[in-house]
């Protein structure tokens, strides 16, 4: 991704949100980007774009209930701190 090496601040996409909690394709990639020191903002309606991909995966057997709830909860649960 152009500039995304000096980027302070970017927007999630909710593919590359999905890519975060369910291992797939490029996965690797996107957990990348989460190590760097970036303030990530989002659409209003990323987590329904998400929640929509999630439910996909699901019909087409590629993710069961649990396991896409689990992964809408780690998008909607901010990460525990110590």
Do not use: C, H, N, Y
């Amino acid at each position: 991704m152009r500039g995304a090496e000096t980027a302070s601040l970017a927007v999630v996409d909710a593919s590359v949100a999905v890519k975060w909690v369910v291992d797939e394709s490029d996965s690797d990639a996107a957990a990348t980007f989460l190590a760097r020191p970036i303030r990530w903002i989002a659409p209003r309606l990323v987590l329904v774009e998400a929640a929509a991909t999630l439910r996909r995966k699901v019909v087409q057997r590629e993710l069961r209930v649990t396991g896409a709830a689990a992964s809408l909860r780690a998008l909607v649960e901010p990460p525990a701190t110590e």
